[in-house]
C-alpha cells in the first residue's frame, strides 16, 4: 500500500513538471495530431478531480475522527492531485487546439491553474496541515469554491451561456416597435442568438467566431471571414446553414435546432442588402427584399408574443363563488389574469347579478350581455370596468342615451350593438368621444345614408353594418306542406295545409285546375267530403310564388272483409300483408318497410271478399314508382269477379304508363275503371317489370312492384 | 369519519396501490412534489384551471360544415384549365406515381384526364378562383382561406371520414369534437358542448354514424349530442305529456335527496356526476326550445340563408341553427351533409348538391360576422379527401365521374383566427399532386387546436397505459394561416 502511494507520488511530480512547462511555454508549442486526441480527453478526466476533491476535503467538515482517519483517505489523497493534473494538462493541450476562445476560456484556464496550484500546495504540505484542522478546513473551502467556478465556466463553453439557469430565467422580449426597430438588433440578431448563440455569442467563441456585434461578425473566425457584404452566396455564415444537415460543416450541427426557411431567407436578404447594422429597417427602401421580409418577421413576432396585462390575476375563491351556470366567468387562458364573462338566461338576470362581479372588476376584459334585460344603470356600472375590451350588447334594450356611457371605458376595442334600439345619432355621440375599434351595428333602424355618414366621419373605425337589403333578393317560396296522414277516407277528412314562413298566402284549388293569386285563399283546415285533388300555391310579398303542390284524395265506396293472397309479397316487404291495404294510409313513398308490400320473383296475386254483393264501378291501386330504388309500374294490372268465388269473369287489363329515367319518385295512383258490374269477389293480378328497360343503369334485372292500398268502388 | 374511511377505501384501488408503492417510500416526498395531485384533493386554482386554454384562444368555438362523400375540388375552388385542355388523353404513369386505386377505379383500362364542367372565375382581393357552383361563396372569398393542399392516408370514406375526425381511421377514438369538450369544456352550462347536425343532398350519398362523434375513451360527457329534425330535438329531453314544470322540479329534488343519501352512504362519484347529469337536462329543457325557435329569426336573415332554413333537416336549418347554438356559446357544431359522392353524374349532381350548400354556408360566415361572433368562431367547409382528375366510367360532353384521390384536396376556413383572403398550398397543373405547402390532415388537427388556445402535444388522455392525442405523433402547425 504504502510503495503503491510513494509510486503515485513519483508520477504527480513528474505531471505538476510537464504541466508547468505547459502553462509556462503554451504559446509557443506546436501539437502533433495524436497529442490533440489525448487533450479531448480533458472533458472526460474533469469529473474525476470534481468528485475526489470534494470528498477528501468534505470529510474535514465531518465531526467524526474515527471515519476521518480511516486509511482510504490517504489512498484517495494520493490520487487527487494526480487526477487534477491530469484533467489542467489535457485541458491545455485541448485549449492549443486553439478552436475556442474568449473570455470564459480565458477564466476557465486560469482558473484551473490556480486549482492546480492551491491543490499541490494542499497536499504537499498536508504533514504540515494534518494538526492544524482550522487552516485545513479554510483552505479546503477556497479549493472547493475554486471547483465550482471553474467547472461552471467548462460547462458554459459546452453548453452556451444560459444553459444552467435557462429554466428558471424569465425571457423579456422588450416590445418592438415597427418604426424604430433595427436591422441588427431587432432582426437579425434575436434570430443569429436563438440559433447560433449557444456556440457563438455571450462569451463562447466556438471555432474563433463570435457573433455578438459588428466587430466581431466581420472579423470572422478560424474559417475566415464569415461575411461578405451584398453576396450572400460568398459569405460563410449562409453557407453553411445550406450545407446538406449531413456535412460536418453545416451549422449550426445537425443535433442542434436548425433556422427555419424563413430565417434563412431572412439572412439572406440581410447579408445582399449589405448586412446593415444600425440602420433602421424603415430607412431602407419599400420594395427592398429585405425591409418586405425583416416586417413580415417583426409583425409575426408582435403577433404571437403574449399580451401582457398592467394587472394581477384575481383571487381564485371569487371566481369560483362568482361563476355559476347562468354567470360563466372564466380566464382566457391558463396562467392569464384577464377574465371573460358571459350571462346566460334572460330570465335569471338582474341587476344585483351584474353587480355581484365588483370583486373581479380589474380583470374583466370581456364581457357578454346579449338578450339580457339590462338597464340603463347597468351600463353605468359597466362604465367603470378599467380593463374591458370586448362588450357585447346584442339585442339588449339599450338606447343611444345609455350608450353615450361607454365613452368612459377607454380599454374598449369592440362593442357589439346588433338588434339594439340606438340610433345613427348615438353612434356617432359615442364614436366622437371613445377609441373604439370595432363596432357591430347589424339589424339596427339606419338608412344607407346614415352609414355612408357614418363610415365617412369615423374611417378609422371598423364598422360592421352586415346583411342588409334582403328585399332586392327575390327567392321562390319552399312549396306548402299538405298535412294529412291519409289520402284516402270514408265519409269525410280535414285537410289542414302548412308554411314554413310566417305570412305566406296559400291558394289552393280542388277541380283539377292549377291554382294562382285568385284562387280560393286557405284560411282554415279543409274539409274534403268526395274524391279529387288538391292543388295549393304559396304567394307573398317580396317573394316569388312556389311551385304547386297536389295530393289526391280517395273516398273508399266498399269496405274490404277478407283479403286472401294467393302469390304473396316477398319476404323482405310483407309485413302486415292482411290488412295493410286497408288501412287508408297510403304510405310514406320514402320509407318502403311497413306500409308498403314489395313483389318481385312472383306476380302480387290477391282476392278480395266484400261480404256483399255491390255495383263495381271502379278500382284504385296506390303504387309506388322509385326508379332509383328498381321500384316500377307493373307491366300490367287483371281484375277478374266473381259472385260465387267459383265462376271467374275477367272485366279488365289495365296497363299503366310506363316510368322513364325522369319520373319523379312518389305514389302512383292507378284507376281502373269498369262498365259497372255486379260481384262480391273481385281478384286482382299485377305482373312486375321482368326486366330493367335500357336506359337504367342495372338494365336487364327484374323490377319491384310496390302497393299500399286498394280501394273499391 | 365513517365516509372518509369509505372515501379512501373505494378510492384506493388495486392499480393505485401498486403504483404508489413502485415509487417507493423514500422517494415519494420528491415524486408528490412533481405530480401535484398525488396526494391532496384538487385545489381552488387546480378546479379553475380545469378546462382553460394552454395559452390565450383566437377562436373560442368551431362550427365544421363537413361535405360528407367529399366534393370535387377540380369543381369547386382548385381550377385547372390544362385539365380541359387535354380532356380524354390517359393520365402518366408518372404523375400517379404508383398511388393505390379504389377498387372502382383499379380495374379500369385507362384513366382518361376530364376537365371541369363548370366555369371558374376569380373573386375578391385574393383572387381565388371559385366555380360557378358558387356564386354566393364566391362573393365572401375575403372572409375565407383556402386550402388547396390537403392531403390524407385513407381511399375510402369511412376510414377517411373516422381519420379526419378522430385522428385514426380504425374509430373507437375520441371525435375532434369530443376532444375540445375534454380541453375546453363547455362554455354554457346549460347545453352540450358538442352538438351534431346531419342533413343529406341528393347525390349520391355516404352514411354517417355515430361513431364519428363518440367520446371514445374519453368521460361521456363529452359524446357529441345528435339534434334530429323531428318534432324533439333531442331525443328524451322533453316531459311527457300532462307533467309541468313544478312537478319536475319536486321530483328530480327529491330524486336528488334521495341520491344525497346515497352519496354520503358510499361516496361513490358516480353518484355525484348523476345529480349534476339530471340538473343540467333540467337546464337543457328550458335552453333547447329557445333554440329551435326560428320564429322570432328576422326575414333578412331567411332570405339570407334562403327558405329553406326554416324546414328542420335541411342543410340551411342546420347553418341557422349552428350559428344559434353557437351564439349560446356551444364549442363544438358539428354538421355533415350527405351526398358528395359523385362517382357518375357528377356534372348534374354537383349542381344540386351546391344548391343545397352555397347559399347558406355563405349566409352563416356573414350572419357570424355581423354579430360580431366571426373572429372567435373557426368555420371549416370540407370534404373527407378530394376526388381523381380523371374520368370514372364512361366519359361523354356532360357526364362523366371521379373516383376518391387523397394526395390533394380543398377545404376552406373562415374565422376565428384564420388569415382571412388566403389561399394556401398550391396543386400541379393536372390537379393530381401537392407542389406546394402541403397540409396533412394531423397538420389541419394541430391548427384548428392551436386556434382554439390548445397545444395539440398538451391534450393527452391516458388510457390502458398510453397517453393519446388527437394528433396521434404527428402534426405541425399551419402557421401561415394564422393571424
Keep these: ?713 | 369519519m365513517q365516509k372518509e374511511l369509505l372515501d379512501y377505501s373505494l378510492q384506493f384501488n388495486r392499480r393505485k396501490f401498486l403504483s404508489r408503492l413502485s415509487i417507493g417510500l423514500g422517494s415519494a416526498a420528491l415524486g408528490s412534489l412533481l405530480i401535484p395531485d398525488l396526494f391532496r384533493d384538487q385545489t381552488v386554482e387546480e378546479a379553475l384551471s380545469a378546462g382553460l386554454p394552454h395559452f390565450a384562444p383566437k377562436a373560442k368555438r368551431v362550427i365544421y360544415l363537413f361535405q360528407n362523400g367529399a366534393p370535387s375540388q377540380l369543381e369547386t375552388f382548385d381550377h385547372k384549365p390544362l385539365l380541359r385542355k387535354m380532356m380524354g388523353q390517359d393520365l402518366p404513369a408518372s404523375i400517379r406515381n404508383g398511388q393505390r386505386l379504389t377498387g372502382m377505379t383499379a380495374n379500369q383500362t385507362s384513366f382518361p384526364l376530364v376537365g371541369s364542367y363548370y366555369d371558374f372565375k376569380q373573386y375578391g382581393q385574393s383572387g381565388a378562383w371559385v366555380s360557378e357552383l358558387f356564386p354566393h361563396i364566391a362573393q365572401i372569398t375575403d372572409d375565407i382561406c383556402f386550402v388547396r393542399s390537403m392531403h390524407t392516408e385513407a381511399i375510402n370514406h369511412d376510414p377517411a371520414l373516422t381519420f379526419f375526425q378522430s385522428g385514426a381511421q380504425q374509430g373507437n377514438r375520441p371525435s375532434m369534437g369530443s376532444w375540445v369538450s375534454y380541453g375546453l369544456g363547455t362554455e354554457n352550462s346549460n347545453l352540450p358542448a358538442f352538438c351534431v347536425l346531419l342533413s343529406r343532398g341528393k347525390g349520391n350519398g355516404q352514411g354517417v354514424y355515430s361513431k364519428l362523434w363518440t367520446n371514445g375513451f374519453l368521460d361521456s360527457v363529452h359524446q357529441g349530442v345528435q339534434f334530429s329534425s323531428g318534432e324533439n330535438p333531442i331525443l328524451y329531453l322533453q316531459d311527457p305529456a300532462g307533467l309541468d314544470r313544478l312537478s319536475r322540479r319536486k321530483m328530480l329534488d327529491q330524486i336528488a335527496a334521495l341520491n344525497e343519501m346515497e352519496l354520503n352512504r358510499f361516496g361513490d362519484p358516480e353518484t355525484a356526476a348523476k345529480i349534476s347529469q339530471y340538473e343540467m337536462a333540467y337546464r337543457m329543457q328550458t335552453a333547447v326550445p329557445e333554440i329551435m325557435d326560428t320564429s322570432k329569426e328576422p326575414e333578412d336573415i331567411i332570405r339570407m340563408y334562403g327558405p329553406d332554413c326554416l324546414v328542420p333537416g335541411t342543410f340551411a336549418a342546420n347553418c341557422l341553427l349552428a350559428r344559434k347554438l353557437s351564439e349560446n356559446g356551444v364549442r363544438f357544431v358539428q354538421l355533415y351533409h350527405q351526398g358528395w359522392d359523385q362517382h357518375g353524374n357528377l356534372p348534374s349532381e354537383m349542381r344540386g348538391q351546391a344548391m343545397d350548400v352555397d347559399r347558406p354556408s355563405a349566409a352563416l360566415i356573414t350572419d357570424l360576422k355581423q354579430r360580431g361572433l366571426l373572429d372567435e368562431t373557426l368555420v371549416i367547409w370540407g370534404g373527407e379527401f378530394g376526388r381523381t382528375n380523371y374520368c370514372q366510367g364512361k366519359m361523354t360532353a356532360d357526364n362523366y365521374g371521379r373516383d376518391h384521390h387523397p394526395r390533394c384536396f380543398t377545404i376552406w376556413m373562415a374565422g376565428g383566427g384564420v388569415r382571412p383572403g388566403m389561399v394556401y398550398g398550391e396543386t400541379d397543373e393536372l390537379g393530381y399532386n401537392i407542389v406546394k405547402d402541403p397540409v396533412h390532415v394531423h397538420d389541419f388537427q394541430a391548427t384548428v387546436l392551436h386556434l382554439l388556445g390548445l397545444d395539440h402535444e398538451k391534450l393527452t388522455y391516458k388510457f390502458q397505459g398510453r397517453r393519446y392525442r388527437l394528433t396521434d405523433l404527428y402534426g405541425n402547425i399551419v402557421k401561415d394561416i394564422i393571424t
Design chain 1, 1 to 713: 500500500m504504502k510503495k503503491f502511494i510513494t509510486v503515485i507520488h513519483y508520477i504527480t511530480l513528474a505531471a505538476l513538471g510537464f504541466f508547468v512547462f505547459l502553462v509556462c511555454f503554451s504559446e509557443k508549442v506546436v501539437l502533433p495530431a495524436w497529442w490533440q486526441v489525448v487533450g479531448r480527453t480533458h472533458v472526460m478526466w474533469l469529473h474525476f478531480p470534481i468528485v475526489l476533491l470534494l470528498l477528501v476535503i468534505l470529510i474535514d467538515w465531518l465531526p467524526d475522527t474515527a471515519i476521518r482517519s480511516l486509511p482510504i483517505w490517504q489512498l484517495l489523497r494520493s490520487l487527487v492531485l494526480l487526477a487534477t493534473l491530469l484533467t489542467a494538462t489535457t485541458g491545455m493541450l485541448l485549449q492549443l487546439e486553439h478552436s475556442v476562445s474568449g473570455q470564459t476560456l480565458f477564466y476557465h484556464q486560469w482558473l484551473g491553474v490556480a486549482l492546480v496550484s492551491i491543490t499541490a500546495l494542499y497536499f504537499f504540505s498536508y504533514t504540515y496541515l494534518s494538526d492544524r484542522l482550522q487552516l485545513r478546513r479554510a483552505v479546503g473551502g477556497v479549493i472547493v469554491l475554486l471547483v465550482i467556478i471553474t467547472a461552471h465556466k467548462g460547462a458554459t463553453l459546452t453548453h452556451g451561456d444560459d444553459f444552467l439557469l435557462g429554466p428558471i430565467q424569465k425571457i423579456a422580449s422588450p416590445a418592438v416597435d415597427l418604426q424604430q426597430a433595427q436591422a441588427w438588433h431587432d432582426v437579425i440578431y434575436p434570430v443569429l442568438k436563438t440559433k447560433c448563440g449557444e456556440c457563438h455569442m455571450g462569451s463562447v467563441q466556438k471555432g474563433n467566431l463570435s457573433m455578438n456585434d459588428s466587430a466581431t461578425l466581420w472579423r470572422g473566425g478560424k474559417e475566415g471571414k464569415t461575411l461578405v457584404a451584398g453576396n450572400s452566396t460568398a459569405s460563410q455564415l449562409l453557407q453553411r446553414l445550406l450545407l446538406p444537415l449531413a456535412d460536418k460543416k453545416h451549422m449550426p450541427e445537425a443535433e442542434k435546432p436548425q433556422p427555419t426557411a424563413k430565417e434563412i431567407a431572412l439572412i439572406k436578404a440581410w447579408i445582399d442588402a449589405g448586412a446593415p447594422f444600425s440602420q433602421r429597417i424603415v430607412e431602407r427602401n419599400s420594395n427592398d427584399t429585405f425591409r418586405q421580409l425583416a416586417m413580415q418577421h417583426l409583425e409575426l413576432k408582435i403577433k404571437q408574443s403574449p399580451v401582457v396585462y398592467a394587472f394581477s390575476a384575481a383571487d381564485p375563491d371569487a371566481i369560483l363563488r362568482l361563476h355559476d351556470n347562468y354567470r360563466i366567468i372564466k380566464p382566457l387562458g391558463k396562467d392569464i389574469p384577464a377574465l371573460s364573462v358571459s350571462f346566460f338566461g334572460s330570465n335569471g338576470f338582474s341587476s344585483e347579478r351584474l353587480k355581484e362581479l365588483k370583486p373581479l372588476e380589474q380583470q374583466i376584459t370581456a364581457l357578454h350581455l346579449a338578450k339580457m334585460p339590462i338597464q340603463s344603470a347597468d351600463l353605468e356600472w359597466i362604465s367603470g370596468l378599467p380593463h374591458l375590451q370586448r362588450l357585447n350588447l346584442n339585442y339588449t334594450p339599450v338606447d343611444d342615451a345609455a350608450i353615450q356611457r361607454l365613452a368612459q371605458l377607454t380599454s374598449l376595442q369592440s362593442l357589439s350593438l346588433t338588434g339594439t334600439r340606438v340610433t345613427a345619432k348615438g353612434i356617432s355621440g359615442l364614436l366622437q368621444k371613445s377609441k373604439l375599434q370595432q363596432l357591430f351595428i347589424w339589424d339596427i333602424d339606419l338608412a344607407p345614408s346614415d352609414i355612408t355618414q357614418l363610415r365617412k366621419q369615423f374611417p378609422h373605425v371598423d364598422l360592421e353594418t352586415g346583411f342588409r337589403g334582403g328585399d332586392s333578393i327575390r327567392l321562390p317560396l319552399n312549396e306548402p306542406l299538405i298535412a294529412a296522414q291519409e289520402g284516402i277516407f270514408t265519409d269525410q277528412l280535414t285537410v289542414p295545409i302548412k308554411h314554413v314562413i310566417n305570412g305566406a298566402e296559400l291558394y289552393y284549388t280542388l277541380d283539377g285546375s292549377i291554382p294562382d293569386s285568385s284562387s280560393l285563399r286557405y284560411t282554415k283546415p279543409l274539409t274534403i267530403n268526395s274524391s279529387g285533388t288538391l292543388r295549393v300555391k304559396a304567394y307573398k310579398q317580396g317573394w316569388l310564388p312556389s311551385q304547386v303542390v297536389s295530393r289526391s284524395f280517395l273516398q273508399a265506396g266498399f269496405r274490404i272483409m277478407k283479403t286472401e293472397w294467393q302469390l304473396p309479397a316477398d319476404e323482405k316487404y310483407r309485413e302486415n300483408a292482411a290488412t295493410v291495404l286497408q288501412d287508408f294510409d297510403v304510405g310514406d313513398p320514402t320509407d318502403f318497410s311497413t306500409k308498403w308490400l314489395g313483389f318481385q320473383k312472383n306476380d302480387a296475386q290477391v282476392v278480395f271478399d266484400l261480404g256483399k254483393e255491390i255495383e263495381l264501378k271502379s278500382i284504385a291501386v296506390n303504387s309506388l314508382t322509385h326508379t332509383a330504388a328498381h321500384i316500377f309500374p307493373p307491366v300490367f294490372v287483371k281484375v277478374w269477379g266473381s259472385i260465387d268465388g267459383k265462376n271467374w269473369r275477367q272485366l279488365q287489363t289495365f296497363t299503366p304508363a310506363k316510368a322513364s329515367s325522369t319520373t319523379t319518385p312518389g305514389a302512383n295512383l292507378l284507376k281502373i275503371a269498369f262498365t259497372p258490374v255486379k260481384v262480391r269477389l273481385v281478384k286482382l293480378q299485377a305482373h312486375p317489370l321482368p326486366a330493367l328497360p335500357a336506359w337504367h343503369t342495372s338494365k336487364g334485372l327484374p323490377g319491384w312492384f310496390f302497393v299500399s292500398e286498394v280501394v273499391i268502388n
